[in-house]
Nanobody, 124 residues
């Protein structure tokens, strides 16, 4: 079993930056690809970014490239999402997710484990 706990969300103004963190426990973290997804009110959960088990491979949702950066620290069982130049449309609950394999995936159903989410609210 894997437990994921996100942190770092909050209420910020447009143009601000935030760094989300996710700590994993219960399984070999270094063997898991990780992902970040988000869900705005009334909308489906959408892919944000993913990182391979080694950290050498990353992939982003096209509209977020250049503003969001995913990274991981396998020694600390942590994955991060650095967000800059935040916009009101970035508002939503951000979820950390883990796979049972080390390969990237952009679809939620490929992830076996999910955190509870952390709220990000960007005011205009």
């Amino acid at each position: 079993q894997v437990q994921l706990v996100e942190s770092g969300g909050g209420l910020v103004q447009a143009g601000s930056s935030l760094r989300l963190s996710c700590i994993s426990s219960g399984r070999t973290f270094s063997g898991s690809a990780m992902g970040w997804f988000r869900q705005a009110p009334g909308k489906e959960r959408e892919f944000v970014a993913t990182i391979s088990a080694s950290g050498t491979g990353t992939y982003y949702a096209d509209p977020l490239k250049g503003r969001f950066t995913i990274s991981r620290d396998n020694a600390k069982n942590m994955v991060y999402l650095q967000m800059i130049y935040l916009k009101p449309e970035d508002t939503g609950v951000y979820y950390c997710a883990a796979r049972n394999t080390g390969f990237l995936a952009t679809t939620p159903h490929y992830y076996e484990y999910w955190g509870q989410g952390t709220q990000v609210t960007v005011s205009s």
